[in-house]
């Protein structure tokens, strides 16, 4: 059973940065598609960025530009480092990891606001 483990969620100004992390217990990513997806109140759980099992990334229109995937195999990690963030950012952000099977983490919350 795999266990994602996300942190780095907060309160944050628009226009700040926040970096959020994920890593899987007893697992490792190498090689893992993985994805970062966030659900806003009232709203479906959406796509924010994936990276695919050979390093390719992908981004949701509204955030490219401001978010960066990253898999740190080395530190066997997924990060996602948000820059500009704006109150529409605002969500429970969450890890994903296919191996065959879909692992999601529990969420971490960012709040955007002054």
């Known amino acids: 059973q795999v266990q994602l483990v996300e942190s780095g969620g907060g309160l944050v100004l628009p226009g700040g940065s926040l970096t959020l992390s994920c890593v899987p217990s007893g697992y490792t990513v190498h090689f893992k598609p993985m994805g970062w997806y966030r659900q806003a109140p009232g709203k479906q759980r959406e796509v924010v960025a994936r990276?695919?099992?050979?390093?390719?990334?992908t981004y949701a229109d509204s955030v490219k530009g401001r978010f960066t995937i990253s898999r740190d195999d080395a530190k066997n990690t997924l990060s996602l480092q948000m820059n500009s963030l704006e109150p529409e950012d605002t969500g429970v952000y969450y890890c994903y990891l296919w191996n065959g099977n879909d692992y999601w983490g529990q969420g971490t919350q960012v709040t955007v606001s002054s």
């Open positions: 990276v695919s099992s050979g390093g390719a990334t």
